[in-house]
């Protein structure tokens, strides 16, 4: 059974000059039981999708769901 699942999620931040993608468009799922591990260099956006994933930032675009929710 799918345990969370990242469809197509983007975060853009925007003020009145410029805006910056720091994601764009990331899938994945993880299955109950399964590890998973996120690499890559620092500014890369690990951090801003963990914050998605637990709900304390939202996506501009896409989906963060867990079982299903």
């Known amino acids: 059974m799918t345990l969370l ?3 197509n999620v983007s975060k853009t ?8 993608t720091v994601l764009k468009d990331i899938s994945f799922t993880v299955e109950e ?3 998973v591990c996120l690499v890559g ?6 951090s801003t999708l963990l914050r998605m994933i ?3 930032d939202h996506a ?3 989906q963060v ?3 299903g929710q």
């Open 33 to 35: 039981d399964e590890f």
């Open 54 to 56: 637990v709900g304390l």
């Open 65 to 67: 769901l867990y079982r």
């Open 5 to 7: 699942e990242v469809r």
């Open 41 to 46: 260099p620092s500014g890369s956006g690990k």
């Open 13 to 20: 931040y925007t003020d009145e000059n410029r805006s910056l």
């Open 60 to 62: 501009s675009q896409g």
